[in-house]
C-alpha cells in the first residue's frame, strides 16, 4: 500500500510519557494476573486464588466449539452445549486431581485504566495429560489500584476428540550465523527493525526479531510481535475468493456488476472478477486522488461511494495497471456473497483453518495490543507513522505475525486453504508485461545456484504501509520460505529477500540476474 500518510495531530493521543508508562503499567499488572491464575492452579492455591476475582457476581461459562460438541451429540443427544458454573466450584474440582495445570499463550489486552479484557489461547492439563483447549476471555476492573477478574467465557475441545494444533514456539528464536550476520548488518547500515523467518523444506532455520517495538519506550520487537502487512493481504482476498468459487457462489467469468450492484455502471461494464484478481480492470490505482483520508473508521458502502467518483483508465484486459481498488472491490463481493463481515469470513475460513492465532483485521476500535508502531524516514527525520486502514479494505488491512504468516504458507501450499486446481488458477502468473501477476500473488522465475542453469519458480507478494512494510517469497522449486515483517517502511525489503535467498542456496551473488525481474 502506498501513501496512506496520516501523520498529523493524531500523535497527540499517543505522547505524553505519564500516559505511556501508566499503560505499560496496567499492561504488566494484568500478564502479572495471568501469571498467579496459572501458578494458583499448580499450587492449589485456593486463597491465591480466590483474591484474583473481583467481589462481584462472577460470569463462569464455557461453550463447546462444534467438532467436539457434535461428538457430544453423538454420545448423548441431550447434552447442552453450554457449561455454566463458578469459579469456586471450579477450583474445588481442579484439587480432585492430583496435579493440575493450565497454560496461557498469545495474550491481547485491551484496558483503559478502570475496565478491560484479556484474551488468549488456552490448554488445560491433569495428571499429565490434556483434557481440553480453546479461546478463554477475561472481563477485568481495576479496583485498589489492582486488576481483578469479574467475568470468565471459553470455548472448549476436547483433545480426545480433536487435537490442538502444533503451535510454533514464540519464545526460542533460531538464528542461522550467516543469516544473522547479514541481518545484523541491515540493522547497523539501514536502521532494519521487524521478524524474519526462513526455512527450508519444513524446518525453520532461521526465527529471529530485531531492532525496536516502541523506539520512544525503548520496547524490543520479539516473535510474538504483530505488524500490518499492507497489500500482502491481497494474497489472502484471493484465497478467499477460489475458495468461494470451489463452493458454486462465485464464477470467475461473471460482471462484477453482478455482485456489487450499487458499483456505477460506466465502472463496472465488462469488468468481471477474473480482471479484479488480475490487475486488468482498468480501475484506478488507489483512493489517493479520489478524497481526504479522515481519522475515523468508514464504512464498505462509504467505501463505494468514493469508488464510483473514479475513472476507469482502459478497457478491461487489454492492460495489467496494479490496483488497491481491485481488491477493495473483492473483499465487498466476498460481503455480498456470503452475507459475512469479509474479517468475519477470513477469520473463519484462512485463519482458523491456518491455526493464525495473532492475525486479524484492524480498525480504530481494533487495534491488536502486540501490534508494533510504525516509523518511517520523512524528510530525513525518523518518526512515528499512523494509518487509518479501513480505507484499505481488502487491500492493506491485515496485522499478523511471522510465526502465523508461515503456518498460512504450510496451509495453502500443503492444499488445506483450496484445491490443487485452484491453486493452479491463483498462481498463474504470466509474464512480465502483465506483472508477473496471478490472483493476489507475484509468479515469476528466479535464479537458482551457480550450477543450475533452468530458473526455480517464485510465488511472492508484499505490502506497504504508512510505516511498515512486508514481504512473502516462496521459492517453490528449492522450497524455501522467507517471510520479513518490518515496522520501519524505509528498508529494501525485497533486495534483503533475494539475498538471504542466496545465502539459504549457498551461492551468495553481487549482482542478480535482471532477467529474472529479482
Known amino acids: 500500500m502506498r501513501n496512506f500518510l496520516f501523520i498529523i495531530l493524531y500523535l497527540l493521543l499517543y505522547t505524553g510519557c505519564f500516559a505511556q508508562s501508566s499503560q505499560l503499567n496496567n499492561k504488566q499488572q494484568i500478564e502479572d494476573l495471568l501469571r498467579s491464575f496459572m501458578e494458583s492452579i499448580e499450587t492449589k492455591d485456593s486463597i491465591k486464588m480466590y483474591s484474583l476475582f473481583a467481589d462481584v457476581p462472577i460470569t463462569w461459562v464455557g461453550v463447546y466449539q462444534p467438532v467436539t460438541q457434535k461428538a457430544r451429540n453423538a454420545a448423548n443427544a441431550s447434552v447442552n452445549e453450554y457449561k455454566v458454573s463458578d469459579y469456586k466450584t471450579w477450583f474445588r474440582s481442579i484439587c480432585e486431581n492430583s496435579s493440575s495445570s493450565e497454560f496461557f499463550s498469545n495474550p491481547v489486552i485491551v484496558e483503559d485504566g478502570t475496565i478491560g479484557s484479556v484474551t488468549f489461547d488456552y490448554s488445560f492439563w491433569a495428571n499429565g495429560k490434556k483434557g481440553n483447549w480453546g479461546k478463554e476471555s477475561w472481563g477485568l476492573i481495576k479496583t485498589n489500584n489492582q486488576w481483578k477478574i469479574a467475568s470468565v467465557i471459553f470455548s472448549m475441545e476436547s483433545q480426545k476428540i480433536r487435537e490442538q494444533p502444533e503451535e510454533i514456539s514464540g519464545e526460542t528464536e533460531i538464528k542461522h550465523e550467516e543469516i544473522q550476520e547479514y541481518i545484523k548488518a541491515s540493522v547497523n547500515d539501514l536502521d532494519f527493525q521487524g521478524t524474519v523467518l526462513v526455512a527450508k523444506g519444513d524446518s525453520i532455520v532461521h526465527m529471529a526479531a530485531y531492532g525496536m517495538y516502541d523506539v520512544e519506550n525503548e520496547i524490543p520487537n520479539n516473535l510474538n510481535t504483530q505488524f500490518l502487512i499492507g497489500s500482502l493481504t491481497k494474497s489472502f482476498i484471493a484465497v478467499a475468493i477460489m475458495q468461494l468459487v470451489e463452493q458454486g457462489l462465485l464464477d470467475l467469468t461473471a460482471p462484477v456488476l453482478q455482485y456489487i450492484p450499487n458499483l456505477k455502471y460506466k465502472l463496472g461494464k465488462g469488468v468481471t472478477i477474473h480482471h479484479l484478481l488480475k ?240
Open 279 to 518: 490487475q486488468q480492470s482498468g480501475l484506478a490505482p488507489s483512493l489517493d486522488p479520489l478524497t481526504n483520508y479522515e481519522l475515523m473508521d468508514i464504512t464498505p458502502a462509504e467505501l463505494l461511494n468514493i469508488i464510483n467518483t473514479s475513472k476507469r483508465g482502459f478497457k478491461p484486459g487489454t492492460k495489467y495497471q496494479y490496483s488497491n481498488i481491485n481488491y477493495t472491490l473483492l473483499a465487498m463481493v466476498i460481503e455480498n456473497v456470503t452475507k459475512l463481515k469479509y474479517q468475519d469470513y477470513l477469520r473463519e475460513n484462512i485463519f482458523a483453518v491456518s491455526g493464525m492465532n495473532s492475525t486479524g483485521i484492524e480498525r480504530l476500535q481494533n487495534i491488536p495490543e502486540n501490534r508494533a508502531v510504525g516509523y518511517r524516514n520523512i524528510n530525513g527525520t525518523f518518526r512515528r507513522a499512523y494509518n487509518v486502514v479501513s480505507y484499505a479494505m481488502g487491500s492493506g488491512d491485515i496485522y499478523s505475525t511471522i510465526t502465523d504468516l508461515y503456518k498460512w504458507s504450510n496451509a495453502l501450499h500443503e492444499g488445506k486453504l483450496i484445491s490443487q486446481k485452484s491453486k493452479s488458477t491463483l498462481f498463474d502468473g504470466g509474464n512480465k508485461d502483465w506483472g508477473y501477476y496471478g490472483y493476489g500473488f507475484r509468479v515469476q522465475p528466479y535464479q537458482r545456484a551457480t550450477e543450475m542453469k533452468e530458473p526455480g519458480k517464485l510465488i511472492r507478494h508484499g505490502g506497504t504501509m504508512n510505516g511498515f512494510i512486508s514481504n512473502y517469497h516462496y521459492y517453490e522449486t528449492d522450497k524455501i520460505t522467507i517471510i520479513i515483517l518490518s515496522n520501519y517502511r524505509n528498508i529494501p525489503i525485497r533486495k534483503m529477500t533475494y539475498e538471504i535467498k542466496e545465502i539459504v542456496l549457498g551461492t551468495f551473488r553481487e549482482k542478480r540476474e535482471s532477467a529474472f525481474g529479482e
